[in-house]
Each structure stands twice: as C-alpha cells, then as structure tokens.
C-alpha cells in the first residue's frame, strides 16, 4: 500500500494498526501484474491445447462421416430395383454422383 494511500486512511479516521492490518491484507490479495501475466500465459495454453483437441475431433468425425457416406451409398446401390437417375429407365446407361459410373 502506498505511502499517500496510509495518511488518507489515517486521515478518515483509521488507527496505525487498522491501516497495517488492511494494508497487509491487501497486499496478500491483491494480485501484481507478474501474477496476472502467469494466469494469462496459462489460460493461452489451455486454450491452445482445447483448439488442438477440437480439430482434431473435427477431422476423425469428418473421416467416419465419408466412411459413412460410402456405406450409405453402397448400401442404397444394392437395393433392389432402385434406379439411381430417376430420369433414366433400368438398364439404361447414365451417369449419377450416387453410383459414380457410367452405367448402373
């Protein structure tokens, strides 16, 4: 606590002992700008490492939803009597993004 802050204090009223016994209290809470830096550093770490582990989830949820796409796909083009181009008639040659080939 500084020096001015000690004499306003005493000024209003506060004995010595009062003023010390605030004063070290404040001093065991208050926080110093080299405390709050380590607390930012750290909290920059642990929001690095949560990106990390988010993209990360991303990318294998990514990976088991084209795994999944292909089943699907494998799936429906084993149905019977499905036709992949509705526009076309069964046993037909065309071309479809749900087959992939040129004749189905």
Do not use: W
């Not at 016994?21 to 642990?46: I, V």
């Not at 990976?63 to 046993?91: A, I, M």
């Amino acid at each position: 606590m500084s020096a001015s802050a000690v004499l306003k204090l005493q000024k209003a009223g506060f004995s010595l002992e009062q003023v010390e016994a605030l004063a070290d209290f404040m001093d065991t809470q208050a926080a110093s700008k080299a405390d709050l830096g380590e607390a930012k550093n750290e909290l920059k770490a642990d929001i690095a490492e949560v990106k990390n582990e988010l993209k990360a989830e991303i990318t294998e949820v990514r990976s088991e939803l084209k795994l999944l796409e292909q089943l699907f796909r494998q799936d429906v083009y084993f149905l019977p009597g499905y036709v992949h181009n509705r526009r076309s008639t069964p046993g037909r040659s065309h071309s479809c993004r749900l087959c992939r080939s040129v004749s189905c």
